[in-house]
């Protein structure tokens, strides 16, 4: 059975989402890695969107920041692209105190 709050609450929280300016570095530093770039798109979507889920938001720039932590290193715009990820978890850190 579905519910119709949940139905409601889905159609008020649609929204058509392009990803912020900001974060084309992050789709500019991964853009050789086809694998990655799917996800990272998901992600960047979610940090766009204005309801974000900042559980998966965590998640993912956890993931982005560590799993792929050696390759910050051997880039030149690696420097900058984990800068934006710690960026992004301080954002998400102060909208959870909030």
């Known amino acids: 059975m579905k519910s119709k709050a949940l139905e409601v609450n889905l159609s008020d929280t649609r929204a058509d989402v392009t990803i912020d300016e900001r974060y084309l570095l992050l789709l500019d530093f991964f853009k050789g890695y086809v ?3 799917s996800r990272l798109e998901t992600f960047l979507k979610e940090l766009s ?3 974000r889920n900042w559980a998966f938001i ?3 720039s956890r ?3 560590l799993h792929h932590f050696h390759l910050y290193g051997s880039e030149p715009n690696g420097p900058k692209a984990l800068d934006l990820l710690c960026d992004i978890f301080n954002t998400a850190f102060e909208s959870i105190s909030d």
């Open 58 to 60: 965590v998640t993912e």
């Open 49 to 51: 969107h204005p309801y």
């Open 35 to 37: 694998g990655i770039v």
């Open 63 to 65: 993931h982005f920041s």
